[in-house]
């Protein structure tokens, strides 16, 4: 198509039209690059407490613009929480190390460590566990706590012992204790001021009578058998100050609470995950102390969880670089840009087709119209071409007037146009006999 056939009109129209185009095209793949990724997230506890963590997290992402989005998927517990993630319903959940089928779950981070609690009302004679014989223990939380029930049963072989374990709702556990329904309960929560109020709320506040923590000593022997659990000492004083219970150093039981992923999701998904979890948890430390309990997962290869790769680059420092990263669309920019340079170029002579030419592009149409007398079959074809070289001309000698062009270049044009007349002549020449001939047989007819 000769751009100088159509219309200024229509050529602006092209041009922006295209330019249109384009503009739009890299405008939604630029929000589609940095669109945030949604990911949904299953969640539940007894209290509602890690509903709400989620929720504050979820809304801090939201808050620092980060590249992932929670959905969250509220459950009944964090049994319920596992469930829908090996289902594969959800994205992430958050669990607790020994509950649920947890082979798909890879480890993001460690949300909350939670201890086992064995504890008998004031004034109790139980003072280890060989003491629970012939004793109901109230569990709190029910089957959330069945494998742990199952790891202190087996170890201490409590069956034969004739200790029985009932479940118990957390609001249930005050009466049942008052009523002696059971001896002692067991409860396993993180050791969070929250949840240490909660179970001084079980017994009557007394300075003179402290509620009695039982030892589970054999700890080091079930997390042993068991990568869910951990021997751990809970700290003298931690339920109550003065006088301290426990009165020394308490060995028990722990297991901990993740953030868990899927392992079909991407390691540069799950590194922004994580560093947007990790961003959110230190904005939210003064609001929600319990997050200080957030902290990165073992990375060990022999982990109970083993941590998701992309989680495992953010804490060991080995996520791509930002020249790793953007290597490639730096290195493509320049060349990106000579496109563009090129295309804005074309655009420019397009929308300037018919505009005055320069001396080179006047030489080139002379040129061309050289090769076009030579074939030229008619005189009216040659007197066309004539016009058009007489066009050319006074183009460029109006130019050389307003002293655009020097006078060589003008003399130039004139001697390819003196050329080209010496062509036209010769072709009149070559031309007058077939002429001719064909008027007499049309006279003839």
Known sequence: MNPMKLPTWLRIALVAGVFLLVAGTGFLAYRWYTKPTTLTVAVGSLDGEASRLVTAIARKLTQLNAPVRFNIVETGGVLDA?????????????????????????AVVVVAHAVALLIAPPGSPISDIAGLKRVTVGVVGGDVNRKIVKELSDEYDLARANVIFKNLAPADARKALETKEVR???????????????????????????????????AGAIAGRDRAYESYEVPKGTLRGAPPVPADDLTTLRTSFYLVAQKKLSNDLVTDLTQSVMNARRDLLTELPILAQVTAPDTDADAHLPVHPGAAAFYNGT???FLDEWGNIIFLAPMIAGGLLSVLAAAWKFLRADGPQTREQALDALYALGRRIRISGSEVELDEIELEIDRILQTQRLKAAA?????????????????LENL??????????????????????
Request: cysteine-free; hydrophobic content about 40%; proline content about 5%.
């Open 403 to 419: 002293g655009e062009d020097e006078t060589r270049d003008v003399t130039a044009l004139n001697v390819a146009a003196h050329r």
């Open 424 to 445: 036209i002549h010769d072709r009149r020449l070559v031309l007058a006999p077939q002429q001719g001939g064909k008027t007499r047989e049309q006279l003839r007819g």
């Open 319 to 321: 996520q791509q670089s």
């Open 82 to 106: 596992a469930t829908a993630f090996a289902s594969g319903q959800v994205d992430l959940a958050v669990v607790r190390g020994d509950v649920g089928d947890l082979s798909q779950a890879q």
């Open 184 to 218: 002692a309960i067991l409860v396993v929560v993180p050791l969070a001021e929250k949840y240490l109020t909660l179970i001084r709320s079980l017994f009557p506040q007394n300075t003179k009578t402290s509620p009695v923590l039982i030892p589970i000593e054999q």
